[in-house]
């Protein structure tokens, strides 16, 4: 695929929902984006912290339901102070402990074959750099899906976002397929960045 130069990538995924918030659009990247277009390059943002994203990364329905049936049955033993025989030890808790265990190790598979996918869909773009939000939940498969591009691509990729202010330079020495993090809100940073400033005079950049 030929290059479409000057553009970069604004990428962010939630990855959970610890709050309603984390499903309503991400103001930050708008603007992110907007400083990028002001300077004439082009924009686009990816923002998978949506709903539809997350269900479709979720496990199969028959699995909810087993877990929903056996969870809400110990939790009204529970709540009327009232101890598990045997039976419902075998019945109810240890399907439940089965059912859940499962449904993580599908909910892992399902999210590193997305992040695969996603990897392939960002290199085939060829993008000019990218710009990692990392402002609450998939840390971990955000950064997955760092080192996948890396693997194949030599793309620059900056992390931005609440985790960048909490860990700041000790990101870059656990995670070395990061080319920089920018701290605080980061808009004169990104625009300097693209612009061509040399890196090391930017301000709350670090490499």
């Known amino acids: 695929m030929t290059k479409e ?8 995924f939630s990855g959970e929902i610890d709050d309603l918030s984390h ?5 930050r990247l708008a603007q ?8 004439g390059r082009k924009a686009e943002i990816r923002d998978r912290g949506d709903i539809h994203t997350l269900k479709a990364l979720g496990p199969s329905l028959l699995k909810k339901k087993i877990a929903s049936f056996t969870g809400s049955y110990l939790f009204k033993k529970h709540s009327e102070n009232k101890s598990l025989s045997l039976l419902d030890k075998l019945l109810f808790a240890l399907p439940l402990k089965i059912t859940t ?10 999210y590193a074959d997305f992040m ?3 990897a392939e869909s960002i290199i085939e773009e060829n993008f000019s750099g990218i710009f990692l939000n990392l402002w609450h939940g998939g840390f971990q498969h ?4 760092a080192r ?9 990729i900056y992390a931005i976002g ?36 040399p890196p090391e005079v930017i301000p709350n950049l670090i490499l």
């Open 23 to 27: 499903l309503f659009p991400n103001e």
């Open 148 to 156: 996948l591009v890396k693997e194949r691509s030599m793309i620059p």
């Open 162 to 197: 609440q985790r960048i202010d909490w860990f700041k330079e000790n990101v870059l020495k656990l995670y070395p397929q990061l080319d920089g993090v920018i701290l605080g809100l980061g808009y004169e940073s990104v625009k300097r960045l693209i612009s061509g400033d």
């Open 32 to 39: 992110i984006a907007s400083v990028i277009e002001a300077t």
């Open 116 to 118: 695969r996918k996603e």
């Open 101 to 110: 265990e499962s449904m993580a190790k599908e909910i892992e598979s399902h």
């Open 5 to 12: 130069k000057n553009k970069f990538l604004i990428y962010n």
């Open 142 to 145: 955000t950064m997955e899906l």
